[in-house]
């Protein structure tokens, strides 16, 4: 895997437009409609798991009087890139020392190790938001980190050396795909 | 493609255990839970979007007083297949004559083509209650047939001639990715 030693020579050139004090999610839903729009991969947020109680029937609508939030067995975003399922979770931390494992719930955890064994291409996106830093990391590795490390943080450390850094683009924002057309499928770090 | 003829020989020989007044989507939770237990595939069935308007902090939980339900602009189900992306919408209708089109609204119809441009395995499911007869009918041909038929319903003749029969089984429910191993991975109509 040639690509740390590619993106690090480029990463200097790279012009930082975007995280001006957006959310990450905000950003992800920039970029998935840049991909949709421009016929490069479709890959979406999978809306909140709510639990309905009550629903009334009110001015020929169904209001939702009463429903509380689920915790996700899944990871947050799916959808499919060259062919290929790509599967990923992405959060942001407001600690600058590392990611607290505890930001991803077990079943999350036991999502992301089934989907790498049937083939997905899986990783997790970590924005470290006091240093305007977004990593991608393998879902191998971070499996891997949470099983060795024996600690409840994963060091910012770790990320420098074992994750990949996501260049900001003013209109792609978060270019993650660029990552994933890197490791899988040869290309190299200007585009898609 | 063998595989129309190969079910056809086959289908006299399966017994309806299932869709005894079970919903499709009951149905298709136990299969789905069946594959990824057996560790056959992991597809899950997408939250319902739902657009939260206003939220309560109360007995230390978030409780939603007021929400409504938004139409979906992807298809409700997806996942991973022996490396493949499955992407697929399940319906059950009452008319026994058809299947009524406004059952998939435009945005799930651009969805469905869309996926299927970047590689994904797609179709829908569709369950005719009074018949209990479920379909399995390729994405590619559900388009053509809305672009096509000039009509408001796809008549239960097409899904016949054109569509699979989803044979019942009584742990896996309804077994659809069966279909899917003949049609792309080269299976035979008697297990995944």
């Known amino acids: 895997m040639k690509y740390p030693t590619k993106i690090k020579t480029n990463n200097s050139k790279t012009i930082n437009y975007a995280n001006r004090g957006m959310s990450l999610e905000n950003d992800l839903n920039i970029t998935n409609k840049y991909y949709f729009d421009n016929n490069i991969g479709v890959i979406y947020k999978k809306p909140t798991p709510i639990k309905v109680v009550s629903v009334e029937y009110k001015n020929y609508d169904h209001e939702i009087k009463k429903a509380f939030y689920e915790k996700p067995s899944t990871t947050d975003y799916n959808g499919i890139y060259k062919g290929k399922y790509i599967d990923f979770e992405a959060k942001e931390v407001q600690s600058s020392k590392g990611f607290p494992i505890s930001n991803i719930h077990k079943h999350q955890l036991e999502h ?15 924005r470290f938001k006091k240093l305007n830093k977004t990593f991608y990391l393998e879902g191998e590795k971070l499996i891997n980190a949470i099983n060795t490390l024996n600690s409840s943080s994963i060091p910012l450390d770790f990320f420098e050396k074992n994750g990949y850094i996501i260049k900001d683009n003013y209109n792609i924002r978060i270019d993650y795909l660029s990552i994933v057309n890197i490791l899988y499928f040869g290309g190299n770090n200007e585009n898609n």
Chains 1, 2 share one sequence.
């Open 112 to 126: 992301i190790a089934k989907v790498i064994e049937h083939g997905a291409i899986c990783f997790i996106i970590v």
